[in-house]
């Protein structure tokens, strides 16, 4: 009797232990999924497909103009007819969990225009322009490798939203002249050139974001 109910206390144990591991290991599951889903808002969709308006911030922001995705290429240079929409990249940017898109346009000669991101807030989407050495090499998490004009900065940075609008935050900054670079930053941080590099490197092992050529079909 006694050996029967050591055996059923040691089952007992046994299917415990087994519920316990297998709710564990659902919850770790079900947490890793809602981490990695983001969805994309309706309303970019039809911005996307040309069925609604979004405001394009005009001005730096300081103005907010009713625009459709047609009249995007004319809000980079008015007088270049062959500027159009190339592709596009759904991605959270932000990590809020909600996709928003960046859309690459581009003339002729392939080097001017710039990107323009479209972020859904408050039932409405908001469109906000960068010049074209943005977003190169845009990585699944959101950042991606940028450079100024003049050759005296250049870095890997983030983009988020706030009440004044679109914000870009340097996760990597190198700065100099002529592209020659002698201050560097790491998270805001002073850093060595090469620790600089050395997360350069990791920044180029990152996935790249998947671009989708428009319109959309």
């Known amino acids: 009797m006694e050996v029967r109910d050591e055996l059923g206390e040691n089952l007992d144990a046994i299917v415990f232990e087994f519920v316990v591991t297998l ?12 981490c990695s889903s983001n969805s994309t808002p309706a309303n970019m969709q039809d911005v996307l497909n040309g069925k609604q308006l979004f405001y394009y911030a005009a001005n730096d922001g300081s103005d907010f103009a009713s625009v459709n995705i047609a009249d995007i ?7 270049d007819a062959y500027m159009a929409i190339q592709n596009y990249a759904m991605i959270d940017l932000d990590g809020d969990g909600s996709e928003e898109a960046v859309v690459f346009v581009c ?33 699944t998490d959101g950042t991606f490798i940028y450079s100024d004009d003049l050759g005296s900065k250049e870095g890997v940075a983030t ?12 996760v990597l900054s190198a700065t ?5 670079m002698d201050n560097f ?11 600089y590099n050395a997360e350069k490197e990791n920044q180029d092992l990152k996935n790249n974001v998947e671009w989708h050529e428009y319109p959309i079909s």
Not at 126 to 134: A, V
Not at 159 to 170: A, S
């Open 185 to 195: 930053m790491i998270n805001g941080k002073k850093a060595t050139q090469e620790e």
């Open 159 to 170: 983009i988020g939203f706030t009440q004044d609008g679109l914000v870009i935050t340097d």
């Open 73 to 79: 290429p004319s809000l980079f240079n008015p007088d």
């Open 176 to 180: 100099g002249q002529a592209y020659t």
């Open 23 to 34: 709710v564990l290991a659902l919850v770790g599951v079900l947490a890793l999924v809602s």
């Open 107 to 139: 003339g002729v000669a392939n080097d001017t225009g710039g990107y323009l991101v479209l972020h859904s807030s408050d039932d409405h989407v908001y469109g906000y322009r960068t010049d074209y050495r943005t977003f190169e090499n845009l990585k």
